[in-house]
């Protein structure tokens, strides 16, 4: 038995210490249960640590569309695209994006919208309360964020982008070239115009976000074992964790460690959840302060840029490799190359560190949240590059699972785990 504590001090386990794993736990203490915390790792130190910090409540589409078949090629043949799939890992990539275009199809893919929306237009709130409930307003800038264009053919695709956000009733407002360069005056000149996201922002530091939730677990009465859970089974009135430090008891878990979610689900609940990963990676400029106001995405170069207390973060490159591959920085570096001629100088690179991280990616685009198994196993994962934005309505979420929500919270039925 793991030796920190008794495991009859405990109602629940949360295992996964990201973005989503902490909020849940802050959330579940903060309701009177008695909450210990596990991972591998430090909390926030997985994919939590180094996503692009947007607030990305406008993004309420699914992660691909049926023009995904055209790019397919070029994803398989161009290590340095946007968007890569890499050819050794294809034969096990196959049957995740066979599903992910049955879910292109148009019923399905209203559905996904929907639920995608349902959670977007109740993140922002959720943020305030729990930022508010910590004093730490400050730390989420709701100063909104631009998607911009540089060539005259792209207004088209903007246009129709703008159109179909505007009948999913995200706030958007179109601005032309001079409304950008008023906002953003050191961006190039020759930058077209754009989409303002008036309903969004970013964190100044994704990380220390999720240090203040953290600490205010810990304050609540979370307690944080550092421990690699390696299995899971159900008993008649419990839950046995096997993990790297021995076993541990408990009368309920909450799964909700990303990208390594499937394996602890299918353990406990017989259903193979088809979990893949998005591999994510970041460039960290610290050399770079004041160049934006905002979070900045190109429409052509896919690729983000937001302003952080430790510098600019340039993220946005996906990659299909799996778990095991080791990371191809070279793909970080390239966002680099993708910011040149955005800006009337150039950044400044120097002391600049890459890092990629695993986004988890179901094929609907839909995370999961539910509780199963007469309430002995909940769920909360699945989030693909929406994982900080969502994080704190998915808490509100499975604190309502626990018998103590907040009211207005999405419906539960798109999230389902017997969906699969």
Request: proline residues 6%; charged residues 20%.
């Amino acid at each position: 038995m793991l030796t920190t504590f008794p495991s009859s001090d405990l109602d629940i386990a949360v295992i996964g210490a990201g973005i989503v794993g902490v909020a849940c736990a802050l959330q579940l203490a903060r309701q009177g249960q008695r909450v210990v915390l596990l991972d591998r790792q430090a909390p926030g130190m997985g994919a939590s640590f180094g996503n692009a910090g947007h607030l990305a409540t406008e993004q309420v589409f699914p992660i691909a569309d049926l023009s995904i078949l055209k790019r397919l090629p070029a994803m398989l043949m161009d290590p340095m695209g946007p968007l890569r799939l890499d050819w050794k890992y294809l034969p096990r990539a196959m049957p995740w994006f066979v599903r992910l275009l049955l879910n292109l199809r148009s019923n399905p893919f209203r559905r996904s919208v929907a639920g995608i929306r349902a959670l977007n237009e109740a993140s922002l709130g959720a943020w305030r309360r729990v930022l508010g409930s910590l004093g730490r307003s400050e730390m989420l800038q709701e100063d909104g964020s631009l998607l911009v264009y540089e060539k005259p053919e792209s207004a088209p695709a903007l246009d129709a982008l703008q159109a179909r956000m505007l009948a999913q009733n995200v706030p958007v407002q179109r601005w032309q070239a001079d409304a950008v360069r008023q906002a953003a005056p050191q961006l190039s000149e020759h930058l077209q115009g754009g989409l303002f996201f008036p309903a969004t922002g970013h964190f100044l530091d994704p990380h220390e976000a999720v240090t203040a939730l953290y600490d205010a677990a810990l304050a609540a009465g979370v307690r944080f074992v550092q421990c690699e859970v390696q299995g899971a089974r159900l008993k008649a009135d419990s839950v046995t964790l096997a993990t790297d430090q021995g076993e541990l008891d408990v009368p309920r878990v909450l799964v909700t460690c990303g990208a390594h979610s499937a394996r602890l689900t299918e353990a406990l609940t017989g259903t193979r959840v088809p979990l893949d990963t998005e591999r994510g990676y970041h460039l960290m400029l610290p050399h770079e302060h004041r160049r934006l106001p905002f979070a900045v995405t190109s429409l052509e170069r896919k690729f983000i840029m937001t302003p952080m207390s430790g510098g600019l973060r340039l993220a946005g490159t996906v990659e299909f490799a799996g778990l095991e591959r080791p990371a191809n920085m070279a793909r970080a570096w390239q966002l680099q190359k993708l910011s040149k001629g955005l800006f009337k100088q150039e950044l400044d690179a120097r002391d600049a560190t890459p890092w990629m991280g695993f986004r988890p990616s179901l094929p609907d685009s839909l995370p999961v949240i539910d509780r199963v198994c007469d309430g002995r196993v909940l769920l909360a994962f699945g989030h693909q590059h929406l994982g900080l934005t969502q994080a704190a309505v998915t808490a509100e979420m499975i604190g309502g699972l626990m018998g103590s929500g907040v009211e207005g919270l999405p419906d539960l039925e798109p999230y389902r785990l017997d969906r699969f």
